[in-house]
């Protein structure tokens, strides 16, 4: 399993915990992210899947814990810093794309670079070859809403990978696809993330997703409860 | 770490989702109706309906030249073909065969008979579970570990369906073994969720 170069995980969270009003998301959940590897994160409705996420992604802040990227303590970051890291060296897919409404699939490509500072011909040139690799570059002057659901996930999935991430936060990326559509999508994420290099964390509830991981881990109750079967597997 | 796990060698055969489209679809078949279908397009002899049989299944297990003979005698016997002749093409002298109406019927019935689902299926997980709770062992740990051995067999299907030149029969087989052993995953959800009840149910009993 590949990390940085100084041997340690990319991403790290330990111990995290996390409630929204009385409920409570995460108790204690902890993991390692290696650069490149392609991880899913598992377990029931309600478990803590997004919260985690959310928490590793610097979306939002536990309320005990650590979250270390690189040399980083996530958890303790400005928000100026945390914005410049999810613009730059994260890619976020959720569930419904998220796509603007009002942008071609094109411009919606372009927009991760031009607001780090690219200009619109370079950022449209280079969003057009990322359509490209996820085959839809002949939706590229076409909205959201005249998209088919799996055509706007690739297109979110270029968005996510434009910018040459270190890590992409795929949150139920095939959660609203039917099976077929589904499994292009996770085909197109997996083959581009693996040629570039890039890390995932992967969300899903459903184990076919899961299965186009290297590794799973598995959260009941904002825990992760598989650490002890994958121990007793390696022996 | 899962990927350093190291099963039987049966477990990390490349071709598993193959072998087990064999078993579970291509065995229940009956040859004489694959005979029937091949014959379907037109006369053919022995050797050519093995090799054509060898080529449209190819994760089959390749027909033998004893087993073609023979089925090809009893379908002459049931009426269901006929020969039509000898021929050579430059090579031996083989006899030819050819479908019957009534062979072309009883294909015709076979292709549009709906296969019953199984009433039951045989739960080995289940047994251990609750042999597991009879020992006073560790049920919840049994499940976690078969359901890691159920995700490394569908990570190894899902790298062999996504492999590239994947042709769609290797895809879909691999669909087929991925299907069942997510549903298993789905029960073991269930099971592991519901382990306080069933504990109290077997040991009462």
């Given at each position: 399993m590949s990390t940085d170069d100084n041997g340690t995980p990319l991403l790290a969270a330990r111990g995290l915990v996390k409630a929204h009003g009385k409920t409570q998301?995460?108790?204690?959940a902890a993991l390692e992210l290696r650069a490149g590897e392609i991880l899913a994160v598992t377990g029931a409705s309600g478990s803590g899947k997004s919260t985690l996420l959310h928490c590793l992604a610097g979306i939002v802040r536990p309320d005990q814990g650590s979250v270390v990227y690189g040399q980083e303590r996530l958890d303790q970051l400005p928000e100026r810093r945390l914005s410049e890291l999810r613009r730059t060296e994260f890619g976020v897919v959720f569930q419904f794309g998220q796509l603007i409404p009002e942008l071609t699939a094109l411009d919606n490509v372009a927009l991760p670079l031009m607001l780090s500072g690219a200009g619109r011909r370079e950022a449209q040139g280079k969003a057009g070859e990322w359509l490209e690799r996820f085959g839809v570059r002949g939706q590229k002057d076409l909205r959201p809403g005249e998209m088919s659901g799996g055509q706007a996930q690739r297109v979110s999935l270029a968005r996510a990978l434009v910018t040459g991430p270190k890590v992409v936060f795929a949150d139920e990326p095939t959660g609203a696809l039917d099976s077929l559509a589904g499994e292009q999508v996770m085909t197109a994420l997996v083959h581009t993330a693996r040629e570039a290099g890039t890390a995932v964390l992967l969300i899903t509830h459903d184990a076919q997703v899961a299965a186009y991981a290297d590794r799973e881990v598995w959260l009941r109750d904002g825990a992760v409860v598989s650490e002890h079967a994958q121990q007793e597997m390696a022996r | 770490m899962i990927g350093r796990f190291r099963p039987g060698p049966r477990f990390f055969t490349e071709d598993y989702s193959l072998s087990t489209y064999c078993e579970c679809i291509l065995s229940p078949m009956s040859t004489r109706h694959i005979l029937l279908g091949l014959l379907a397009g037109g006369p053919s002899h022995g050797y050519d309906l093995k090799r054509r049989h060898d080529e449209r299944f190819p994760q089959a297990r390749p027909l033998a030249y004893g087993q073609v003979y023979t089925t090809l005698q009893r379908l002459v016997r049931d009426g269901l073909a006929e020969v039509e002749g000898t021929g050579s093409e430059g090579g031996p002298e083989r006899t030819l065969y050819r479908s019957t109406e009534a062979g072309g019927r009883e294909l015709t019935r076979w292709t549009g008979e709906i296969t019953p689902p199984a009433p039951f299926v045989t739960n080995e997980i289940f047994a251990k579970v609750v042999v597991t709770i009879l020992a006073a062992g560790d049920p919840a740990g049994h499940l976690q570990l078969q359901r890691a051995a159920h995700m490394a067999r569908m990570r190894e299907l899902t790298a062999v369906k996504t492999a590239p030149g994947a042709d769609l029969t290797t895809v879909l087989s691999a669909d087929y073994a991925l299907t069942h052993l997510d549903a298993d995953l789905r029960w073991m959800t269930t099971t592991a969720a519901r382990l306080t009840t069933l504990t109290a149910e077997v040991t009462a009993a």
């Open positions: 998301a995460l108790r204690g | -």
